[in-house]
């Protein structure tokens, strides 16, 4: 069964500049965009995969029409170096930070729905300044003057 966060194996299918459409079996395939096939930058898609290739995928996202995203990088367990000490924890009270640059929950999010957010927050963002803008002109001065000399 493919459900999202399911670790499958499968066969490429079809290979595009844009990404690979894998077969999942049980006549269900998905697309590995070429941003999810590896964690390094990949310039020809033509140099990581080919048509037959079988690789192990992670579900990323099923959108409402039943198109399903999948990740080879996801899928991958991350590696962790070895024979590499972790300096010891001091027992320091950890001030919290107020930055929020929305690495954490956009970490596992496709690349459009990654693009969707940045429009959101953006469009959110521009009608914070115009009505910002707006008030200062309506506020406390006018441009018009009402002196007559």
């Known amino acids: 069964?493919?459900?999202?966060?399911?670790?499958?194996?499968g066969k490429v299918i079809s290979v595009m500049p844009f990404g690979v459409f894998v077969d999942l079996g049980n006549k269900k395939s998905g697309l590995v965009h070429i941003s999810e096939i590896s964690s390094k930058y990949v310039k020809d898609i033509n140099q990581h995969v080919k048509k037959g290739d079988v690789l192990k995928v992670k579900v990323i996202k099923i959108?409402?029409?039943?198109?399903?995203?999948?990740?080879?990088?996801?899928?991958?367990?991350?590696?962790?170096?070895?024979?590499?000490?972790e300096p010891p924890k001091e027992n320091k009270p950890v001030r919290p930070v107020n930055i929020d640059w929305g690495a954490k929950e956009s970490?596992?999010?496709?690349?459009?729905?990654?693009?969707s957010k940045?429009?959101?927050?953006?469009?959110e963002?521009?009608?914070?300044?115009?009505?910002?803008?707006?008030?200062?002109?309506?506020?406390?001065y006018s441009r018009k003057s009402n002196h007559s000399f």
């Not at 959108?63 to 000490?85: C, T, W, Y």
């Open 107 to 115: 970490e596992n999010l496709s690349f459009e729905d990654k693009l």
């Open 1 to 9: 069964m493919v459900s999202v966060g399911n670790i499958i194996e």
């Open 125 to 140: 963002k521009i009608q914070a300044l115009r009505r910002s803008a707006d008030s200062k002109r309506s506020g406390g």
């Open 118 to 123: 940045f429009k959101q927050d953006s469009d």
């Open 63 to 85: 959108d409402d029409k039943g198109k399903i995203s999948l990740s080879v990088k996801q899928a991958e367990e991350p590696k962790k170096p070895k024979d590499v000490k």
